[in-house]
Structure formats: structure tokens, C-alpha cells
């Protein structure tokens, strides 16, 4: 017997600009496949769940799609991870947060509004002026394979200091890709390790955060008129739990 498991196209936040025209990716979608038991056997692997890899193989596993895995920027991760817990388990997530219980209907989630005219050279590759010390630093957006380098490096850097806590500015080296025109790394190191104020640091988050493209995965809270980010977990994927 045969049998064909329906699918979906994901249209990714980044709308596919932030890749080369040579990358599947580029495209602006994703095919996935909608959850079966053997996704469900990936969700409650406890070894998986232990070393924190538990979501990126079930979303490896539901990807119809002949794509890179470590190519995808988190921001277009994150629109498959949604998708993926709509076709598996519907669109309302119920949640608890600050002792309420809370349900967002996933459907309604947006991809944030990107600024065309800053992916239109389709190069993950962008600028910034810190505004204290008017240095200018080229940047790109962090894509799954360098959080894996990240996450490797810092665990190494932890084990020759067990007390330091190295993952903000291990991320910046990683993402900033030249200090005034230099693309040295050992000059970008330097820079982040000794002469990047918090100010500085503080507005180029602000600036990143605006400028990379992503799921708006933020709710309004009761009582308030302020977003918080929609707590996930395990629980998002496996409502059972």
C-alpha cells in the first residue's frame, strides 16, 4: 500500500531575501509535512530533550523541502516551528504565565514588516553606526549553523572558566563581520572584548531587532497594554505534557 502525507508551504519571514539566488531558500518557503507518531517519538526522547536539540530534529524531520538546515536564519526557524505546531497539534496554545492562563490562536501570529530596501542586494550582510563611538560595523544575521558554533565555543570557553559567562559577546564575535572596514577577527575580538561600550551594544541590539526578520511571537497580557514574548517549551509542541 502507498500512502502520501499531506502538506504545507511555509512562507518564511525573511521572504527569502536574505539568501543567495543559489539557495533553495531563496525561494521564500518551506514545505513541511504534517506530524505523525514518529515526530511524536523525536518530542519524548529524553536524550534529545537533555541536550537541547529536541525542536531542530523534529522540524529536520517535518521539512519536505531539499534545504541546508544550518543555512535558516532563527527568524524563518521560528515561522516553521509554528507552522509545524499547527499542522501537528491546531492552532490555539494555552500557556500559563505570571499564575494566568493565557490561549493564542497560532494562525493569528504575523511575520514582522521588513524594510525591503536593506534586503534588496540579497546579502546577509548589513551596517550600523554605533552612535557613542560613531565606529561603523558591518553584520549579519545569525543563521542555525553559526548558534551551533556559538553554543560549542562557549561551552569550551566554560570548561577553562567554569564562572564566566561568555555568550553575549562570544555571539557578537560571530555576528559582527568587520570594525571600520576591518574584517581581521582578531581585530573584531579585540573590539568586542575591549572596547565595545554597552551603549553601544544596547543600540545595535535595538537596531537588530528591528531589522531581522522573524515571527511577531509576543502577546498582549491582561490589565496591560505591553507585549511579552509567548513563553515555549516543550509544552508548545507536546500540549499533553
Known amino acids: 500500500m502507498e500512502f502520501k502525507l499531506p502538506t504545507e508551504i511555509v512562507k518564511l519571514p525573511s521572504q527569502g531575501l536574505i539568501y543567495p539566488e543559489s539557495n533553495p531558500l531563496s525561494s521564500g518557503e518551506v514545505e513541511v509535512k504534517y506530524m505523525t507518531a514518529k515526530e511524536e517519538d523525536i518530542l519524548t526522547n529524553s536524550n534529545y530533550i537533555n541536550d537541547g536539540t529536541v525542536l531542530d530534529r523534529l522540524m529536520k524531520s517535518l521539512i519536505v523541502s531539499d534545504i541546508n538546515y544550518d543555512d535558516l536564519i532563527i527568524g524563518d526557524k521560528n515561522a516553521i516551528?509554528?507552522?509545524?505546531?499547527?499542522?501537528?497539534?491546531?492552532?490555539?496554545?494555552?500557556?500559563?504565565?505570571?499564575?494566568?492562563?493565557?490561549?493564542?490562536?497560532?494562525t493569528q501570529l504575523e511575520n514582522k514588516e521588513l524594510n525591503l530596501d536593506l534586503f534588496k542586494n540579497r546579502e546577509n550582510r548589513f551596517s550600523f553606526t554605533l552612535p557613542s563611538t560613531d565606529v561603523t560595523i558591518e553584520f549579519k544575521i545569525l543563521t542555525h549553523g553559526d548558534e551551533k558554533r556559538i553554543t560549542e565555543e562557549v561551552k569550551s570557553l566554560k570548561k577553562i572558566n567554569s564562572e564566566s559567562s561568555p555568550e553575549l559577546t562570544t555571539r557578537l564575535k560571530y555576528m559582527i563581520l568587520s570594525v571600520n572596514g576591518s574584517?581581521?577577527?582578531?581585530?573584531?575580538?579585540?573590539?568586542?572584548?575591549n572596547y565595545l561600550?554597552?551603549?553601544?551594544?544596547?543600540?545595535?541590539?535595538?537596531?537588530?531587532n528591528e531589522l531581522q526578520p522573524d515571527v511577531d511571537?509576543?502577546?498582549?497580557?491582561?490589565?496591560?497594554?505591553?507585549?511579552?514574548?509567548?513563553p515555549i517549551g516543550l509544552s508548545f509542541?507536546?500540549?499533553?505534557?
Not at 217 to 230: A, G, N
Open 237 to 241: 509542541f507536546w500540549p499533553d505534557i
Open 217 to 230: 511571537l509576543t502577546f498582549f497580557r491582561r490589565r496591560t497594554e505591553s507585549k511579552t514574548q509567548i
Open 81 to 106: 516551528m509554528v507552522a509545524s505546531r499547527i499542522l501537528g497539534y491546531g492552532k490555539n496554545y494555552s500557556f500559563i504565565y505570571d499564575g494566568e492562563e493565557y490561549t493564542v490562536d497560532l
Open 183 to 193: 574584517t581581521e577577527k582578531k581585530d573584531i575580538r579585540e573590539f568586542v572584548d
Open 197 to 208: 561600550l554597552a551603549q553601544d551594544a544596547r543600540a545595535f541590539r535595538a537596531y537588530l
